[in-house]
T-cell receptor, first 114, second 110 residues
Framework: ETGVTQSPTHLIKTRGQQVTLRCSSQ?????VSWYQQALGQGPQFIFQ???????GRGNFPPRFSGLQFPNYSSELNVNALELDDSALYLC?????????????FGSGTQLSVL | QKEVEQNSGPLSVPEGAIASLNCTYS??????FFWYRQYSGKSPELIMS????GDKEDGRFTAQLNKASQYVSLLIRDSQPSDSATYLC??????????FGTGTSLTVIP
């Protein structure tokens, strides 16, 4: 177990709805990043947060947004859900002050968009 | 061209054999390389990191890095059925971002 917790574990939404996923980082870790993993694919980087600011973003549209809170926990928000957003969403924390380094993943949120 | 490429497999080896997993990457300035193991329905788990050319050993696992060839590999000695999983190669490339390969599915046959 990494100490990174995500909620909820599973979620079913319909196209056009909005969703919020939550993540608590491992104790002592100040950097949180989010990944989308479609079935049979590797995780794809969405964005990273350090000191409550986004400090890196992958090739995802603006309807994917996030927050980091003073306790380093984080949220991922997705607006106007599309069928292709169905995937496992992984949160990862790391202790390295905003630099990409070893990632410790939570157990993920499985999102299904119908 | 994908940033990180792996053979998707499946790769099957008998118990006790050596499993060899390979990965190539596109960004020549990459400095940090990782192997993650992902069991079906679970999240990725870090098993090895390597930063310098050559070999790095940790128990039954050996990571090999060749920056000139932009090639990373993972050897698993004395493979066990519990090693059956998908192995993800990850590289930190320009922009302080992790790029993952699609993973290689390994099955160890008892």
């Amino acid at each position: 177990e990494t100490g990174v917790t995500q909620s909820p574990t599973h979620l079913i939404k319909t196209r056009g709805q909005q969703v919020t996923l939550r993540c608590s980082s491992q104790s002592g870790h100040n950097t949180v990043s989010w990944y989308q993993q479609a079935l049979g694919q590797g995780p794809q980087f969405i964005f990273q947060y350090y000191r409550e600011e986004e400090n890196g973003r992958g090739n995802f549209p603006p309807r994917f947004s996030g927050l980091q809170f003073p306790n380093y926990s984080s949220e991922l928000n997705v607006n106007a859900l599309e069928l292709d957003d169905s995937a496992l969403y992984l949160c990862a924390s790391s202790p390295n002050g905003g630099r990409a380094e070893k990632l410790f993943f939570g157990s993920g949120t499985q999102l299904s968009v119908l | 061209q994908k940033e990180v490429e792996q053979n998707s497999g499946p790769l099957s080896v008998p118990e006790g054999a050596i499993a060899s997993l390979n990965c190539t990457y596109s960004d020549r300035v990459s400095q940090s390389f990782f192997w993650y193991r992902q069991y079906s329905g679970k999240s990725p788990e870090l098993i090895m990191s390597i930063y310098s050319n050559g070999d790095k050993e940790d128990g039954r696992f050996t990571a090999q890095l060749n920056k000139a060839s932009q090639y990373v590999s993972l050897l698993i000695r004395d493979s066990q059925p519990s090693d059956s999983a998908t192995y993800l190669c990850a590289v930190i490339q320009t922009g302080n971002q992790f790029y993952f390969g699609t993973g290689t599915s390994l099955t160890v046959i008892p």
